[in-house]
């Protein structure tokens, strides 16, 4: 079963190198297929940070997340809660 998701990105400077690797490295370890999507866009694959950074993603744009399998919810929650967060905010 395919889950999906929209949420607002909450790092003040969008998805850049940083948010993006974490995003990506959890996207990757759920062992699940997980897409990202800005708007109306193509997905792409959630667990290749370069598919994510050439998204361009800003603070406060919004994203499909959709993932497919055992777990998809869960994964869904930790991914979301990662992007929802502003990351930007906890290295200054």
Same mark, same amino acid.
């Given at each position: 079963? @395919?889950?999906?998701? =929209? +949420?607002?990105? #909450?790092?003040?400077?969008?998805? !850049? *190198?940083?948010?993006?690797?974490?995003? /990506? &490295? *959890? $996207?990757?370890?759920?062992?699940?297929?997980? =897409?990202?999507?800005?708007?109306? #866009?193509?997905?792409?694959? /959630?667990?290749?940070?370069?598919? +994510?950074? $050439?998204? /361009?993603?800003? !603070?406060? %744009?919004?994203? =499909?997340?959709? $993932? %497919? #399998? %055992?777990? /998809?919810? #869960? +994964?869904?929650? @930790?991914? =979301?809660?990662?992007?929802?967060? %502003? !990351?930007? &905010?906890?290295?200054?």
């Amino acid at each position: 079963m @395919t889950v999906s998701r =929209t +949420v607002r990105i #909450g790092s003040s400077h969008g998805l !850049h *190198a940083r948010p993006a690797k974490l995003f /990506a &490295q *959890a $996207a990757k370890e759920s062992g699940i297929p997980v =897409t990202i999507a800005k708007d109306s #866009g193509k997905p792409v694959n /959630a667990a290749s940070i370069l598919g +994510v950074i $050439a998204l /361009a993603v800003e !603070h406060g %744009d919004y994203v =499909t997340l959709s $993932a %497919d #399998g %055992d777990g /998809a919810e #869960g +994964v869904l929650d @930790t991914l =979301t809660e990662l992007l929802t967060t %502003d !990351h930007d &905010q906890e290295s200054a």
